[in-house]
């Protein structure tokens, strides 16, 4: 089995589960974005969601990337880390007015306004403040991401964004406002989406919201499409760096850009989800009437992400190269859905063997939680192990 390298007599002196960053991938990550983006002049803001890590954060705060926040903690952590206010855009349906206020006070780049209440709130704060929000309108485009129903966000029935058929009202509504700027569309319509279609699909209904813009006389200096694009969780040893170049000429084959018009994207785990790796240790294997259970010192709390959206991670036994057997691997929590996956081909599992959850950069480490009064887990980077 081809797996992935790491630097195994280190991890023998340090305490299990925690997270590895490959950094050196992560900046091939980021050089391929920025090269690829930079190709047709186009804006990355790397979504914080993906991961918060304040490393992880400041290595891809200095290769140039905006931010893409959705949460006053967010803006703070990416202020934190050294991103510029001016790069960086803040959606989300529910801001509360602190988070409002300090994008506000930082002068942020973009609010990513979800509805007309919150347009209305927007505007007497920063009224308050005496100053002019600058806002793009996130828009329902009503495009099928074919991705899994938990991490869809661009249909009617999804909590996110402005539905189309409303967007007219909402557009006579900051119309009247005067302390916010419209100076873009956004759109975001789901993570993990492989299928180019998707893609094909979003950008020709903002060449069509653009028209309808432009029919009542609009033109907005900038055109936001989220992010989204997937990575290959089977072979991470094969394609580490997820094909940017493909992704990015979709939109440059289909927008119809008008004269001075920026493109902005929010891609999150294709930057970090490959670079980083969940090493836990096998405590017990326990074989059961009809299962082999191999149960590691990990779970849902260190990696959730199995559990919430039955998502696949490659398991690696990195310990040794035994023959391969087939396990249950689950982790210690009271819970049923513990389970990282089910006829899992391993080398074969001895106590004490180190096993590594692949592509965890992404939601992952960020989504990590003390239920049954467990630690975080700990980070550490390969460039300063
Ligand atoms: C508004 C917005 N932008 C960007 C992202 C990042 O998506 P991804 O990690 O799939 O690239 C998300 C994720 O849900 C999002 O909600």
Redesign the pocket.
């Known amino acids: 089995m081809l797996k992935g390298t790491f630097p195994i007599d280190q991890f023998k002196a340090l305490t299990t589960p925690f997270y590895y960053y490959n950094i050196d991938l992560l900046k091939e990550t980021l050089n391929m974005v920025t090269t690829e983006a930079g190709k047709y002049g186009y804006h990355v803001h790397y979504?914080v969601?993906?991961n918060a890590n304040p490393r992880i954060l400041s290595v891809i705060a200095e290769h140039g990337l905006g931010a893409?926040c959705?949460s006053g903690g967010e803006i703070q952590a990416a202020l934190d880390a050294g991103f510029p206010a001016g790069k960086i855009v803040y959606?989300g349906v529910g801001k509360a007015d602190w988070e409002i206020n300090l994008g506000l006070d930082n002068d942020i780049y973009c609010f990513?306004v979800e509805s007309a209440a919150e347009l209305e709130v927007l505007d007497e704060l920063a009224a308050a403040k005496n100053k002019v929000a600058s806002i793009a309108l996130r828009i329902n485009p009503e495009v099928d991401a074919h991705t899994h129903a938990k991490?869809t966000?661009g249909m009617k029935e999804n909590k996110f964004g402005i539905n189309l058929s409303q967007l007219g009202q909402v557009l006579d509504l900051v119309a009247q406002l005067k302390h916010v700027k419209l100076i873009g569309i956004h759109c975001?319509i789901g993570?993990?989406i492989t299928d180019m279609a998707a893609f094909r699909g979003l950008a020709i209904r903002v060449n069509e919201i653009q028209e309808e813009l432009e029919a009542r006389g609009l033109k907005v200096e900038n055109l936001n499409f989220?992010?989204?694009?997937g990575i290959d969780y089977y072979h991470p040893n094969h394609l580490p760096v997820p094909a940017f170049d493909n992704y990015f000429a979709v939109f440059n084959k289909l927008l119809q850009l008008r004269p001075g018009q920026q493109v902005h994207f929010?891609?999150?785990?294709?930057i970090v989800a490959q670079c980083g790796s969940l090493i836990s240790k096998v405590l017990y294997v326990k074989v059961g009437e009809t299962k082999k259970f191999c149960i590691l010192d990990a779970g849902f709390t260190e990696l959730i992400r199995p559990a919430m959206y039955d998502a696949y991670h490659r398991m690696e036994n990195i310990t040794n190269d035994e023959e391969i057997e087939v396990y249950d691997v689950v982790g210690p929590i009271c819970e049923s859905s513990d389970v990282f996956g089910k006829d899992v081909e391993l080398n074969r599992a001895h106590r004490g063997d180190l096993i590594a959850l692949r592509s965890a950069g992404?939601y992952g480490e960020v989504m990590a939680s003390q239920y049954n009064c467990r630690k975080l887990p700990k980070a550490y980077y390969s460039d300063t192990l």
Request: a neutral charge; aromatic letters at 0%; zero cysteines.
């Open positions: 979504a969601k993906a893409d959705v959606a990513n991490i966000t975001h993570s993990q989220g992010g989204g694009l929010e891609p999150g785990r294709s992404a």
